[in-house]
């Protein structure tokens, strides 16, 4: 079952958590603790000196690890910046580029921030803020111990380890699972675009699949009528056939690629490997 929450975006002044700040420390203790580097407005969340790339929203320009300070969990901040002194970075022609990209993000971030589900990365907060270097838009999600799945097909093609047939299986149903509760309550927020970069993994295994809606592809295909503030009434981002079909062909590639990341490891003869091809794929049809 999908569930639909509201969220506040005003929460109670809050506690922060003892183990990121110094001062909390004992004097005598090496303090090893990542560093903050900028807090939000209303101080809930602590940017870390600790980037977490492999898991950063797509099209967005870094992530860090940040934390949550009413709740002292670890959370991932991200960034979408336009530099004021430093052109070369910018992949906006201007200020007013991204000001217009961020408009049209803030009623799918909202209605991000109202969905809850197990398998789906979580929205907790953004803002956009100005100083004299930068114009950036933050967004706050929940963080994924293990990083991307592309992160972790990578490692297990360049160490050779090969990736277990059950795990295969347990990260598949997670993904078809997820898709389909978003089906049947006619949410589209992945248009298509689901792949390895955005698929996040738990160190328990779960997966979290990250909204692609977010990306500047997935707002160019994004209909006038979709973005707009009715989107708040509708509560939901409607599905059609075309949607459906590009999740579906979205599913069948990620099922390739970790297929082929896992066969390539496996040694075996080449009827054996076709065996094991045919296995899969009666698996991914049922």
């Known amino acids: 079952m999908l569930n639909v929450t509201s969220l506040s975006a005003n929460s109670v002044e809050s506690a922060r958590a003892k183990f990121y700040f110094p001062e909390n420390m004992d004097e005598d203790q090496d303090d090893d603790s990542p560093k903050i580097l900028e807090e939000s407005l209303n101080k809930l969340w602590s940017k870390l000196d600790s980037q977490i790339n492999s898991q950063k929203l797509i099209d967005f320009d870094a992530a860090y690890l940040a934390n949550d300070n009413d709740k002292g969990t670890e959370v991932a901040w991200n960034e979408m910046i336009y530099y004021k002194n430093r052109p070369a970075l910018n992949r906006f022609a201007d200020k007013t580029t991204l000001a217009s990209i961020i408009d049209k993000l803030k009623p799918i971030l909202d209605f991000l921030m109202k969905i809850d589900h197990p398998n789906l990365l979580k929205f907790y907060d953004y803002w956009s803020i100005e100083d004299n270097e930068v114009f950036k838009l933050v967004v706050i999600t929940g963080y994924s111990s293990a990083g991307s799945l592309k992160k972790l097909l990578d490692s297990s093609r360049a160490t050779q380890t090969m990736i277990k ?45 990250s909204p692609t809606l977010l990306s500047i592809n997935g707002l160019c295909e994004l209909s006038n009528q979709i973005i707009q503030p009715s989107i708040e009434k509708k509560a939901h981002i409607e599905l059609n056939e075309e949607m459906v079909k590009k999740d579906l062909k979205a599913i069948g590639r990620l099922a390739i690629d970790i297929f082929t990341a896992h066969l390539r490891l496996t040694p075996s003869s080449p009827h054996k490997s076709n065996h094991r091809v045919s296995k899969y794929l009666c698996y991914f049809d049922n």
Do not use: A, M, P
């Open 165 to 209: 047939e059950h795990t295969i299986k347990r990260w598949l149903n997670q993904i078809i699972y997820t898709i389909k509760s978003l089906h049947d309550n006619k949410i589209s927020i992945f248009q298509g675009h689901l792949n390895s970069d955005t698929i996040f993994i738990q160190s328990s295994g779960v997966i979290r699949l």
